[in-house]
């Protein structure tokens, strides 16, 4: 047989196989459909419209019919007086929750795996989880209250002793990029940490039996086995919050600035939110929503190249 038969015959027996494969998980395909279907809505249909980042549009008129201006809204964007606030703190607050708030996922998931006691440990997990249920409009406005003169983060730093007088934390722009980093990493911290207990149950378990065997302590199990173990999920979810630096976490950032501190909360996000919906300058918001994606799409293949490069594990090849 000539090797371009073998090829064709190849091909067209994996073909076959596909299809059968398919066939016989008809029914778990078929629960793919209402999330591909959810994704061609709003994930790739509206990207049609990025053309408007390109033409002068009007709510008035179609887009066939705006005047192309190039990259007008582009260099608008980046000699805007606003540009260096809004990069600032986008990027400010993202290397907070980057540097500071990657890892405490890790450490918590380390910790409640080391917990022997089953209630216990399924209570401290249930009790990590529920801030992730609650929307940031309903946790925006506990947090308001809290963090006003008369909540009760001031009584209680007033009761310590930390400072003497109330303070409005909210209405100090200087102490905005922190709230964001800790409200977060309090909302998210139990949630993120369940893919790295997936991931530490998978950890062959005899592993563990021979390091006690040759008198290993839990800190050296810990650095020798688990985090090894992990390694390949921990590289994964970095290069995806890399690539995502420049999202601040709008729900989040919307509910909790105000007219006080926007000094320090105005982001990329909230931005375009203004510019586009408040202001009706769609083209000027689609132009800094698309340079944002294609930062982030820099920021993926470099984080996804270095992880390859450094810890020989990649998000794709």
């Known amino acids: 047989m000539s090797r371009t038969r073998l090829v064709k015959t190849t091909q067209k027996s994996g073909f076959k196989y596909t299809l059968k494969k398919f066939a016989r998980q008809k029914y778990l395909q078929m629960m793919v459909i209402p999330g591909i279907i959810w994704m061609l809505i709003f994930n790739f249909i509206p990207m049609g419209g990025i053309i408007i980042a390109f033409k002068k549009y009007k709510i008035t008129r179609t887009i066939a019919e705006a005047p192309w201006v190039g990259l007008k809204y582009f260099q608008d964007f980046f000699q805007d007086s606003n540009f260096t606030s809004v990069m600032t703190n986008t990027l400010g607050i993202s290397f907070l929750k980057l540097i500071l708030g990657f890892p405490l996922p890790i450490i918590f998931a380390l910790l409640i795996n080391e917990i022997r006691n089953v209630k216990f440990k399924k209570f401290a997990q249930t009790i990590s989880y529920l801030p992730h249920f609650l929307s940031w409009v309903v946790l925006g406005g506990i947090l308001t209250t809290w963090l006003s003169k008369t909540g009760v983060i001031n009584d209680f730093f ?86 995502s630096l420049l999202n601040s976490n709008f729900d989040q950032i919307m509910n909790l600035k105000n007219s006080i501190n926007i000094a320090r909360s105005q982001v990329i996000d909230t931005y375009v939110y203004q510019v586009g919906m408040t202001q009706g300058n769609y083209s000027y918001a689609t132009a800094v929503g698309l340079f944002k994606s294609i930062v982030a799409l820099i920021l993926l293949v470099i984080a996804n190249k270095t992880c390859k490069k450094l810890l020989g594990r990649s998000l794709y090849r």
């Open 158 to 243: 007033v009761w310590l002793g930390i400072i003497k007088e109330p303070i409005s934390f909210l209405g100090k722009p200087e102490y905005f990029w922190g709230l964001a980093f800790i409200s977060d990493s309090w909302k998210e911290l139990g949630w993120s940490a369940i893919i790295y207990l997936a991931a530490i149950s998978g950890v062959d378990t005899q592993m563990y039996e021979a390091a006690t065997v040759d008198g290993a302590t839990k800190m050296q199990k810990i650095r020798y086995i688990t985090l090894p173990s992990i390694a390949g999920t921990v590289a994964i979810m970095l290069i995806l919050q890399v690539s």
